[in-house]
């Protein structure tokens, strides 16, 4: 898939510098990759005399001018249809640069002159130029990142859960292939198309082989169950409860009907009449019929011209089907994997959702690609099918019968419908408004090509992995026509899916561009024969030859036959001129308009469907008032909280199932849970730790029991449970509660209560506190240690410690007169007595007692 939302610049590689196509280096009209601080961008050369600084030289050194003849301009060949022409071309050669006739012919052809090696300026080889620019949606999670909620091209690819019905889904769990899962495309056609006659095997997989007589019997008339939102209302009473949750489950169908629909709803085709069918517009409203559904929207191109074409002639059909053949290589219209350079610029978000970036970024993609007017003759020619392995949605039209004809009774149908698009086409291309090129500046134009989206197509890869490289695979494409009722409701809806299991989407969009096919030919360059002075103005007599044959040939650009006059050489052709200029080349610019479909990915997105979180579990702690040492917790399943956000994960499994939801939900992180579980509470998961845990994943491996909030004997689920539990006295526990549903997701998570019972001297009494997550975090110290000393220190007075020398002589040796002094002057010594500090905690109540005595030490 594109690795790159935003819009596109698709290049073909013959229009950069350095490419095989050298005249357009040497003269302009071409691309170069540059390093800027955006990334990798592109910086466009232009063709010499458009160059935005007024010059008028060739970017080639060795040529001096070079121009275009389209007054001679004539048709190429009368034996194709698509229009071709030529025009002739001359190179002016820079007499300053080149030294004679033979570094000349080098020039033009490559080789080595007087050492020198020279690539060619001037090849024969056919090129494209096909370049178009394309807008790429942005996911909606893409678009979620991004500060400012601005972008408006989304693709929001994401489910819907609207009933639990677990029969059902056992069923479907058990099929083989999703194909054989109810698509609700066909039963609202059999209801909306009540009457119409259908292909066997599809009334039959829908009416369960008869069991149902009618299947607009299926459609939910009243009122009373059908919401504004095209939700179901009472869905237990309902036909459709009774046709999924019983009928289906209990009836077989036939192995013929099982085989058709594997094959032929492996693809299957919405063409122009169904998009505007309520069968289509109308799904919406009846979409709440079905349990789960991936569901798509996204900004479809506007069709234009071919569409209009297609849509006047009743061709989508066969289009469709066509491309659906051509792109999987069941027919001789192939596609070729053609390279291009693609710049692609798009905002990129961050995970603050507080800035953005605008990215410019340059790399190489290959596109698949088919030609269109093979298509068209392809179709005019092949008018039978020889392919099944496809359904068209809608009532069987001529048109869809036609395209499935496999003996030739709706030929007329085909091949008019074929002829009628050749024919426009045709029309389309020799109008000069839509393709014209008068000169060499159009020929190497940089501008994009016309383009349109024919068709969309979504390919849903899925199922077990399969092979060596355990790769999954495409279980079904959805191809679509890109009418004007498409890209105005481009809502699609897929029920064919299994509950809690990964789907990848690639979509696909189909372009049509308008370009132009090109080479060169007839290459003629001169020689010199001679000087002539005329009017005082001194003149090359040149002759023009065949560089591969050395003859000499007629000029090419211009149809004088007296350039060299009879009077100068009676035997003068048109190859002989005379010329101020030393060195010339002339030579044919063929070219024909290409029209190519071009698959272009514009967004992968993988998924599953699942079931909402269950809503938050309120508790009610209390103790037995008894010596049994036990305390209970009332436990409230509460009411749907819509500011709710997706809780802490506690097992590494909860990890894996956060990332799946949030993914299929488009949230980020700290987004808002927001829709209600839809099947009911059934458990209540209850974990207990003995000590305090730092973080909510610590009570993982730590589940003590699964309260069952089902009645025995019954189906009713009730939604308040008691709890008991004995537990030791003077112990501190820990407990955290969470709802887990019917489907096994677990939901909103409780606070952690803190849990003890206190034995005083055999009065048991209890205490709860609450915790939070916040609570729970320790604050981390680089050194938690610190000596006592730098925390607290305790001084003596001065008047403890003062120097008393009042009976101390001084005449005499210092050691004598230890014994005369005396330490400290205060009323009261403290020396020898012992002391008593207490420290009390702010933060607990908890208290120290610090017992010192102060000694009096001498050395």
């Known amino acids: 898939m594109g690795k790159h939302h935003g819009d596109l610049k698709i290049i073909d590689l013959n229009l950069f510098s350095g490419s095989e196509e050298t005249l357009r280096t040497a003269l302009g009209g071409y691309w170069e990759v540059v390093s800027s601080s955006e990334g990798e961008v ?92 394309y807008e790429r949606p942005y996911t909606k999670q893409e678009a979620n990142y991004i500060f400012g909620n601005f972008i408006t091209n989304i693709a929001d690819v994401t489910y819907d859960y609207n009933h639990y019905l677990p029969k059902y889904q056992d069923y479907i769990e058990k099929l083989d292939s999703e194909l054989l899962i109810p698509n609700m495309y066909l039963l609202n056609m059999f209801m909306v198309l009540e009457g119409e006659t259908f292909d066997d095997f599809i009334e039959n997989f829908v009416t369960l082989e008869g069991t149902y007589e009618s299947a607009a019997d299926l459609l939910v008339e009243q009122e009373e169950y059908i919401d504004t ?147 068209l003759l392809y179709n005019y020619q092949n008018f039978i ?85 355990q790769t999954q695979n495409v279980l079904q494409n959805f191809w679509f026509f890109n009418s004007a009722d498409f890209m105005y409701n481009s809502d699609f809806y897929d029920s064919q899916i299994k509950y809690n299991t990964d789907y990848t989407y690639k979509v696909y969009a189909y372009v049509l561009t308008v370009g132009c096919k090109y080479n060169f030919s007839d290459l003629a360059i001169t020689r010199q024969i001679g000087n002539e002075e005329i009017t005082e103005i001194e003149y090359k007599c040149l002759e023009f030859y065949d560089p591969t044959t050395e003859d000499a040939t007629l000029q090419l650009y211009s149809e004088e036959s007296n350039l060299v006059s009879a009077a100068l050489n ?15 080349a002339d030579f044919y610019a063929n070219y024909e308009p290409t029209l190519k479909i071009v698959e272009i990915p514009i967004f992968s997105r993988t998924l599953r469907a699942m079931d ?87 009570f993982d491996n730590n589940l003590i029991t699964r309260v069952d909030l089902k009645a025995s004997n019954s189906l009713d689920i009730f939604s308040v449970q008691e709890y008991i539990q004995k537990i030791r006295t003077n112990q501190k526990y820990y407990y955290l509660f969470r709802a887990v549903n019917e489907q096994g997701i677990t939901g909103q998570l409780s606070e952690i209560y803190e849990a003890q019972l206190i034995n005083d001297g055999g009065y048991i009494y209890s205490i709860f506190n609450i915790l939070f997550e916040g609570d729970l975090e320790e604050e981390i110290f680089v050194n938690p240690f610190k000596g006592f000393k730098k925390l607290i220190q305790i001084q003596p007075n001065l008047s403890q410690i003062t120097l008393v020398t009042d009976d101390v002589d001084f005449g005499e040796i210092a050691s004598s007169q230890m014994g005369s002094m005396a330490v400290g002057n205060a009323d009261e010594l403290i020396w020898d007595r012992q002391f008593k500090i207490r420290l009390t905690s702010q933060k607990t109540g908890k208290q120290i007692d610090l017992n010192f005595t102060y000694k009096l030490v001498s050395d």
């Open 42 to 133: 592109l910086e466009r050369v232009y063709y010499y005399s458009d160059s935005e600084d007024g010059e008028t030289d060739p970017y080639n050194p060795f040529l001096y001018s070079a121009a275009a003849n389209t007054d001679l301009r004539e048709t190429l060949s009368d034996e194709v249809i698509i229009p071709n022409y030529r025009f002739p071309v001359r190179l002016v050669g820079d007499s300053d640069t080149i030294k004679d006739d033979n570094h000349w012919k080098t020039i033009l052809l490559g080789g080595t002159f007087q050492g020198v090696n020279y690539d060619a300026i001037y090849t024969d080889s056919t090129f494209d130029n096909s370049s178009f620019t």
């Open 229 to 375: 939102d095209g939700s179901i209302i009472n869905m237990e009473d309902s036909l459709i409860y009774q046709y999924l949750s019983s009928s289906i489950v209990l009836t077989s169908l036939s192995a013929s009907t099982t085989t058709h629909m594997k094959n032929r709803t492996k693809n299957i085709f919405f063409d122009e009449n169904i998009l505007s069918d309520s069968t289509y517009s109308a799904m919406g409203t009846y979409k709440g019929m079905m349990p789960c559904y991936i569901k798509f929207n996204f900004s479809a191109s506007a069709g234009s011209t071919f569409v209009d074409y297609m849509s006047t002639y009743n061709y989508s059909q066969k289009f469709m089907k066509t491309l659906k053949e051509a792109f999987s290589g069941e027919i001789s219209i192939t596609p070729t994997d053609l390279e291009h350079v693609v710049e692609a610029t798009y905002y990129s978000g961050s995970v603050n959702l507080e800035q953005y970036s605008y990215i410019t970024n340059t790399e190489n993609e290959s596109y698949r690609q088919i030609d269109f007017m093979d298509s």
């Open 385 to 469: 099918s020889t392919t099944s392995d496809c359904y068209f949605i809608g009532a069987p039209s001529i048109e869809r019968k036609a395209v499935m004809d496999v003996s030739g009774s709706y030929r007329y149908v085909n091949s008019l419908n074929s002829l009628n698009m050749i024919n426009s086409t045709i029309d389309y291309l020799n109008n000069e408004d839509n393709f014209s090129i008068d000169s060499m500046s159009d020929l190497f134009s940089l501008e994009p090509k016309y383009k349109e989206t024919l068709a969309y197509r979504i390919e849903k890869i899925g199922g077990a992995p399969t092979g060596d490289s």
């Open 570 to 584: 009676e035997l003068a052709t048109n190859a002989q001129i005379i010329s101020d200029h030393t060195y010339l």
């Open 612 to 698: 909402h979180l269950p809503n938050q579990v309120n508790v009610i702690p209390y103790q037995m008032l008894d010596m049994s040492q036990r305390i209970g917790f009332s436990l409230h399943y509460e009411v749907f909280n819509e500011t709710a956000k997706y809780p802490s994960t506690i097992s590494s499994e909860d990890v894996t199932i956060k990332a799946n939801y949030l993914n299929a939900n488009n949230l980020l992180s700290g987004s808002y849970v927001p829709v209600e579980s839809v099947s009911k509470q059934r458990y209540i998961e209850i974990y207990r730790t003995a000590e305090k845990p730092t973080s909510v994943a610590d």
